[in-house]
């Protein structure tokens, strides 16, 4: 044998099962022992086995309890019975609690031996034609209980294609009754899309080996089941495999087809998963592709700022010049703020639940999806004094851009969205109708003016893969995705549409008492300073203008257009340069190994990372390790010269 079956003797006599070890492992098996029942479950709680031996007369639990349990955890389990008894009837009762075969003490070893052969080639004819072996292994008893009971749909059709049996899953998933199915055609499960593969998989004439293939279709819910149940989604996933039945050998000549016997397993949750992969995938390279442009974005601000902020030394508020550069700056400012939202968009931070003004979160993303979708207007209506309410802000942000969206999709041709914010307090009773308890609560409502839904599809709206979109258009999972969001924000979303006239979704979440703390950046001006400052970065433009600046405000300055470059400067020029300013992101060598071999020379080497991304991830990780500060791009001359001159005033004396 290529692998060593698996068995396991239990019996209160240890001479016994210590003979019978070695006689097995001598022929190849591989042999666990128990002289208890107790002690068999716990070995078969981590263990399974191809072939049982229990011996019925044992103290504690005997053979057929032992055999029970067995059986509960492993329907398909392979037991041989043995006792010194000397009667008919515990060989019986064996037989019919599902036991393979019953051996009497004493008995040779080569009826031992002959019996576990013959064991396990019927394990092996049972896993190869498990469609057949069912009804010539199993007791009627058996066969009714593995039957009814499996999670799976198992059917048999007629020759005509009309069900003659069912078992007890097609009530309990489909909702269908024995009474309802009988006699029908399985067409009437199915959705016309379905039909023509179904002809070839589900009243199946195939056998063999190419019964083991497959195929993924939906099978239509009972509308009784579905009205008693009205979240319910109207279908499920099924793969289903089928073989036919004959009247003799199907090696045979002249066979009759007799129908077919099938086996359909509920996929939906596996389906769901797998759309939720996909779906996770591609926000994974949306967010990879929205940090890069980003990321390319600062530094293309940053030529900009800087020159800007170069340009602005010297002059005075009255000088036409002062208000464009100003006004570039301006510019330049509402840029690095697009990129700040693709990089938070980008970014996979943890689950951060804080008191925050929804209204702030509202104003932005007014703005932001008002730019991306000109021909659509926002209009927003906010109330004064909100209440704050404890939110993770980018899964909420998230739930109100997929509403936009939503809005957007069903305004082909233009239209208006209006968001409003209101406080509001909920009566109990009107509480308890969305699933919450009566308290204080912030609403946001989105309102479009696009097409509307009927009740139908109002009813499906939050489904997982529901959808009114074409074939490649959407998941389905955008909705679905927002009303489990605000579920576990403790809220509630509700919908209300009109077919022509548009749709309205609004969101309540819990207020907090908790106030909102802001971060504050106080004005600064830019300060002069002295010492030699080493640029490490790959882009030209940034060294040229980040030179210029720190130029202007009295520092030396070198450059370096990689790791490598900056290594051999700084080696050279240790105890004359003050403050590395470090890009964290290069070709070859990275901001972060670049680093690594510039503390390795010097220690107490002053650095101050720069990125077009934002703190968060590599960047944090760098800090950790020492970096003295952090500078995303664009940053300007008073931000960029402030930031030098507090890491120079902190470092050691040389």
């Not at 009566?427 to 509307?452: K, P, Q």
């Not at 490649?472 to 927002?482: H, P, R």
Request: charged share 25%; with cysteine.
């Amino acid at each position: 044998m290529t692998m060593a079956s698996k068995i396991i003797i239990v019996d209160d006599e240890e001479r016994f099962l210590e003979s019978q070890k070695i006689l097995l492992e001598l022929d190849g098996f591989s042999v666990d022992l128990a002289s208890s029942g107790l002690d068999a479950i716990a070995m078969f709680e981590v263990r399974r086995y191809d072939l049982y031996i229990f011996d019925i007369n044992m103290p504690e639990m005997n053979g057929f309890q032992l055999m029970k349990e067995v059986l509960g955890a492993d329907p398909e389990a392979l037991i041989i019975m043995m006792t010194g008894d000397v009667s008919v009837d515990s060989a019986v009762h064996s037989m019919k609690m599902g036991a393979y075969d019953y051996l009497k003490k004493p008995f040779e070893y080569e009826d031992l031996l002959k019996t576990i052969k013959n064991a396990l080639e019927k394990r092996k004819l049972i896993i190869e034609n498990r469609a057949y072996s069912y009804r010539l292994q199993l007791t009627e008893k058996f066969y009714q209980s593995m039957v009814h009971h499996s999670p799976d749909l198992i059917y048999v059709l007629g020759p005509g294609g009309r069900f003659t049996f069912i078992n007890k899953a097609f009530e309990r998933i489909l909702g269908y009754r024995r009474e309802e199915l009988i006699g029908k055609s399985y067409k009437m499960l199915l959705f016309q899309e379905d039909f023509i593969k179904s002809e070839f998989y589900f009243n199946e004439r195939r056998t063999g080996e190419r019964v083991s293939s497959s195929v993924e279709m939906k099978l239509r819910r009972s509308e009784t089941f579905l009205g008693g149940h009205p979240t319910e989604v109207s279908y499920i996933f099924i793969e289903l495999k089928a073989t036919g039945v004959y009247d003799r050998a199907i090696t045979e000549k002249g066979k009759k087809f007799l129908g077919t016997y099938g086996v359909a397993r509920d996929m939906t949750y596996r389906k769901q998963l797998e759309y939720q992969l996909i779906h996770a995938q591609k926000m994974d390279a949306i967010g990879t592709l929205a940090g890069g442009i980003a990321h390319d974005f600062n530094n293309i601000l940053m030529g900009i700022q800087g020159y800007s902020s170069l340009l602005l030394i010297g002059l005075k508020p009255d000088d036409p010049r002062y208000i464009k550069l100003v006004s570039i700056d301006q510019y330049v400012r509402s840029g690095a703020e697009l990129t700040r939202q693709l990089l938070d968009f980008a970014s996979d931070t943890n689950y951060n639940v804080r008191p925050a003004n929804l209204n702030t979160m509202l104003k932005k993303s007014i703005s932001m999806f008002g730019r991306a979708k000109k021909e659509i207007r926002i209009h927003g209506n906010l109330q004064k004094g909100l209440w704050a309410a404890e939110v993770d802000e980018g899964q909420i942000s998230q739930v109100i851009l997929n509403l936009y969206v939503n809005a957007w999709q069903a305004m082909p041709n233009g239209g208006e969205v209006h968001v409003t914010s209101e406080n509001v307090s909920l009566m109990r009773i009107e509480a308890e109708e969305m699933g919450l308890g009566g308290g204080n609560y912030v609403r946001i409502t989105v309102r479009d003016t696009g097409i509307g839904m009927d009740e139908a599809t109002m009813r499906r709206i939050f489904e997982p893969f529901f959808t009114t979109k074409k074939k490649m258009s959407g998941t389905g999972l955008g909705l679905s995705s927002a009303y489990g969001i605000i579920k576990s924000h403790s809220g509630a979303i509700t919908v209300s549409s009109i077919l022509g006239k548009g749709s309205t979704f609004s969101l309540y979440l819990p207020s907090t008492e908790k106030r909102v703390v802001y971060e504050i950046k106080p004005p600064s001006l830019p300060v002069s300073g002295r010492g030699t400052v080493l640029i490490i970065d790959d882009e030209e433009n940034i060294i040229n203008v980040t030179r210029e600046m720190l130029e202007s405000v009295g520092y030396t300055v070198m450059t370096a257009k990689n790791g490598n470059e900056a290594i051999d400067l700084f080696r050279k020029n240790s105890s004359l340069i003050d403050v590395l300013l470090l890009d964290m992101i290069m070709p070859g060598m990275s901001g972060s190994e670049t680093m690594k071999h510039i503390r390795n020379i010097n220690p107490d080497a002053r650095i101050l990372l720069s990125s077009g991304y934002g703190r968060e991830g590599i960047a944090e990780d760098i800090l950790s390790r020492g970096c003295d500060g952090f500078i995303q791009k664009p940053y300007d001359l008073e931000r960029l010269s402030n930031m030098i001159m507090s890491i120079c005033e902190n470092r050691p004396e040389k």
